[in-house]
C-alpha cells in the first residue's frame, strides 16, 4: 500500500483512519456538551408533555363520566314523569325531586362530598290541550374541583314533549 492510499475503516462506531505508514489512527467521534443538554432538554420536555396530556385526558374522563350519571339520573326522572297520567302531572316549574343513591354512588369518586340535585318543570305546550313540555335539569358541582363549595356548576338539561294519552 503506498502512502499516498488512506483507507478508512468503520469499526463498532469509531472511525478507524489508515495513516499509510502502517499505523491505523483510531479517531472516536463523541458527544459534545452542548448536544448531551439539547438532547436533555428535549427529553424531559416530551416527558413534561406528556404528563400534561395525561392529566388533561383523566379530567376530561372524570368529567365525561359525570355528564354520564347526570343524564341517566335525567333520563329516570323524565321516564318517571311520562309514565304518570297527565291529570296526575301538574303544571310545575323548578319543582325538585331527589337522586337516588344508587345513581350518587356511581358518581366519579363516590358518593362523598357530591352536591346533586335535579329540578323538572311541566308546562302546557302552546295551542294545545293534549301536550305538555317536560324539562329535567340536573346541576353538580364540577368533579375536577376538590373544593366543591367553590367549583363552578355543571348541568345537564333533557326536554320531552309529553302527549295524552286519547280517550275512546
Known amino acids: 500500500m503506498e502512502s499516498s492510499d488512506r483507507v478508512s475503516l468503520v469499526l463498532n462506531g469509531s472511525r478507524m483512519h489508515n495513516t499509510g505508514r502502517g499505523r491505523i489512527k483510531n479517531r472516536i467521534r463523541g458527544l459534545t456538551l452542548v448536544e448531551t443538554m439539547i438532547s436533555t432538554v428535549l427529553v424531559l420536555v416530551g416527558i413534561l408533555l406528556g404528563t400534561a396530556l395525561y392529566s388533561a385526558s383523566s379530567l376530561m374522563n372524570r368529567q365525561a363520566a359525570a355528564r354520564s350519571v347526570a343524564y341517566a339520573a335525567a333520563r329516570q326522572q323524565l321516564e318517571i314523569l311520562r309514565a304518570q297520567d297527565q291529570s296526575n302531572r ?44 317536560v324539562i329535567v335539569t340536573i346541576s353538580w358541582r364540577n368533579a375536577s374541583n ?7 356548576i355543571s348541568e345537564v338539561s333533557l326536554s320531552a314533549i309529553v302527549a295524552m294519552e286519547p280517550t275512546t
Open 90 to 133: 301538574l303544571t310545575v316549574s323548578d319543582q325538585a325531586f331527589p337522586i337516588p343513591q344508587r345513581v350518587l354512588q356511581n358518581f366519579p369518586g363516590g358518593s362523598k362530598g357530591v352536591k346533586m340535585e335535579g329540578r323538572y318543570s311541566v308546562a302546557p305546550v302552546s295551542g294545545s290541550t293534549t301536550r305538555q313540555q
Open 146 to 152: 376538590t373544593k366543591a363549595e367553590t367549583a363552578p
